[in-house]
């Protein structure tokens, strides 16, 4: 089974190859997907109509519509389809089925889903007419080309005059199509995001008080002291040896946060005591496969903070998304997609209460950085393959804006496209 990254790099190819006319090489990379949603097999049949099979393109586009009903332009073009096979009243029933799709509006622009494509209603039109023109029925091609020039735009009326004039000497008309090369493409931040992104950089550790031995699976020994009665008790860690204020980096003692116990008791842990007065130091507790805390100088730099973070993760600081909770937004989990976001939470907790949360968990899809949270204000039902299913409730980790209207995100294992409109930014009352 391909990943999602290997089906992204396929379809960027494909739309390459489009380019260049290579019409086998596309369709092979078209084709990589056991499951293609809607918008590649448009893409498939746009390929072979190219390619001058336009029985294959009726396949592809049949499976197309099937899988987004709402899909017009996938109507438009089966509908150009039939009409080279000359099976003119499915031709018909297929550019009236674009029509409706349109529901009243004069365009459906494809841009932000990545077909540089506007389908207007006078070019739907206009190949209702060319299809009731090659049936005989004259007279309603007319009329729908009289509709057409009604909607159409300035610059479309010498022309739709001029099919007019044909129509009336019963010379057949030619359809409308989408224009020569053109399919949907994957969108630039589905191909930014390929690679994993490292989010705490590459800062190098002058020095770290984190002991070699703290990342294996099993619990850090504690070191003992004897009471009175002569028996062992935990005791604390040895202070740290050296100079520099890298030095005073350390883990604290174990006590955790009540929601943190949990995860400790998986295996993992930090433990120690910082030379440090209580005063100067700063907590920063990360939630992860398991919860490390650390006593951080308040004077220590951004880079000094990252390098800890990065030994104390390790690889998890390469696959993770790091997010942080910030107090002054009801504690919830707000994403770090940059430095510049990390340095204002770490610059808080400096000067506030020497506290700072953060939390190390899967990235929102493939890798991709989440740039915020939202959650849904109404339930979203999809429209289309594309679409995400919301339920009034949902956190959805927002992965790019696609336009002023729709964005795309990640929620429960699934990524989708969905109205702005539906949620609400993550802190205010849904």
């Known amino acids: ?38 918008r590649m097999c448009f893409n498939v049949g746009c390929v072979h ?23 017009a332009v996938g109507f438009f073009q089966r509908g150009v389809a039939n009409f080279q096979l000359e099976r003119f009243q499915e031709a018909l029933t297929d550019f009236q089925l674009a029509l409706a799709q349109l529901r ?50 300035e610059g ?24 020569r090369g053109e399919v949907f493409q994957p969108h ?30 099993s619990q850090p020994r ?13 005791g604390t860690a040895p202070r740290a040896r050296g100079s520099g204020p890298c030095r005073t980096v350390r883990p604290c003692s174990p ?58 993760l390790g690889h998890q600081a390469q696959r993770a998304q790091l997010s942080y909770q910030d107090p002054s937004n009801k504690g919830r989990w707000v994403p770090l997609p940059g430095e510049e976001v990390l340095q204002r939470a770490w610059r808080d907790s400096v000067a506030g209460a020497g506290a700072l949360q953060l939390q190390c968990r899967p990235q929102g899809a493939g890798g991709r950085a989440a740039l915020y949270q939202v959650v849904a204000q109404h339930s979203y039902f999809p429209q289309g393959p594309e679409d995400l299913a919301l339920q009034r409730g949902d956190v959805v980790d927002v992965l790019c804006e696609v336009d002023q209207a729709w964005l795309e995100g990640h929620c429960d294992g699934r990524v989708g496209i969905f109205p702005k409109c539906f949620v ?3 802190g205010q009352d849904v």
């Open 222 to 234: 504690q070191p003992q002291v004897r009471g009175v009665d002569g028996e062992g008790r935990p």
């Open 156 to 179: 479309a009326g010498d022309d739709l005059h001029a099919a007019l004039g044909q129509l009336q000497k019963q010379v057949p008309l030619q359809p409308q199509q989408v224009p």
């Open 424 to 426: 609400v930014p993550a």
């Open 255 to 312: 006590r955790m946060p009540p929601e943190s116990e949990t995860e400790v008791s998986s295996g993992r842990g930090a433990q120690g005591a910082a030379m440090e007065e209580p005063a100067s130091l700063v907590t920063v507790t990360v939630q992860c496969a398991f919860t490390l805390a650390l006593r951080v100088p308040r004077g220590v730099d951004l880079a000094s903070l990252r390098g800890l973070l990065s030994q104390a």
């Open 49 to 71: 109509l190219l390619a001058g099979d336009p029985e294959a393109a009726l396949r592809a586009l049949d499976q197309a519509v099937t899988k987004d009903a709402c899909l």
């Open 1 to 38: 089974m391909p990943s999602r990254g290997d089906l992204v790099r396929d379809w960027h190819r494909g739309v390459q190859a489009v380019a260049r006319g290579d019409w086998g090489c596309a369709l092979r990379l078209f084709s990589g997907d056991p499951e293609p949603p809607a």
């Open 104 to 153: 009243g509006n004069t365009t459906i622009d494809y841009t932000q889903l990545g077909l540089r494509f506007k389908l207007k209603a006078w070019e739907v039109l206009f190949n209702v007419g060319a299809a009731q023109c090659r049936l005989g029925l004259w007279a309603e091609a007319t009329r729908s080309l009289e509709e057409a020039l009604s909607k159409g735009p």
């Open 188 to 217: 630039r931040r589905h191909l930014e995001h390929l690679e994993p992104v490292d989010f705490l950089g590459k800062a190098k550790v002058v020095s770290s008080a984190i002991p070699d031995d703290q990342h294996e699976d």
